[in-house]
């Protein structure tokens, strides 16, 4: 899990070549109620309102529903989960976020 400003975000492109192109390619972030799990793409999160806890799991135990990490992302900031990484996320009531799916 990576998190920072989104002005930053090119310092990550190393991360996952998708980055580079995420614009347009979001959607709105949707309601969990568990840990998800992306085995092929990068999840990144990014909250364009208000704030989200955004928090990961261990990889080695993919039905693992114990928070390893967890961040609380402000507007203007992104999350990053790699390939294989548990996601969870909770908006706050008048949070905002996207979720964009890269390569």
Not at 8 to 36: H, T
Not at 70 to 75: H, S, Y
């Given at each position: 899990?990576?998190?920072?400003?989104?002005?930053?975000?090119?310092?990550?492109?190393?991360?996952?070549?998708?980055?580079?192109?995420?614009?347009?390619?979001?959607?709105?972030?949707?309601?969990?109620?568990?840990?998800?799990?992306?085995?092929?793409?990068?999840?990144?999160?990014?909250?364009?309102?208000?704030?989200?806890?955004?928090?990961?799991s261990?990889?080695?135990?993919?039905?693992?529903?114990?928070?390893?990490?967890?961040?609380?992302?402000?507007?203007?900031?992104?999350?990053?989960?790699?390939?294989?990484?548990?996601?969870?996320v909770?908006?706050?009531?008048?949070?905002?976020?996207?979720?964009?799916?890269?390569?």
């Amino acid at each position: 899990m990576v998190s920072d400003k989104l002005s930053s975000l090119a310092s990550y492109y190393s991360l996952a070549e998708g980055l580079r192109d995420w614009e347009g390619a979001s959607s709105p972030c949707p309601e969990f109620s568990s840990f998800e799990v992306d085995r092929e793409k990068s999840t990144m999160f990014i909250v364009e309102k208000g704030e989200a806890v955004m928090s990961t799991s261990w990889r080695e135990e993919p039905d693992s529903s114990e928070p390893l990490a967890a961040v609380k992302a402000g507007e203007g900031m992104f999350v990053l989960y790699l390939p294989g990484e548990p996601y969870l996320v909770r908006k706050g009531s008048d949070a905002e976020v996207s979720m964009v799916k890269v390569f």
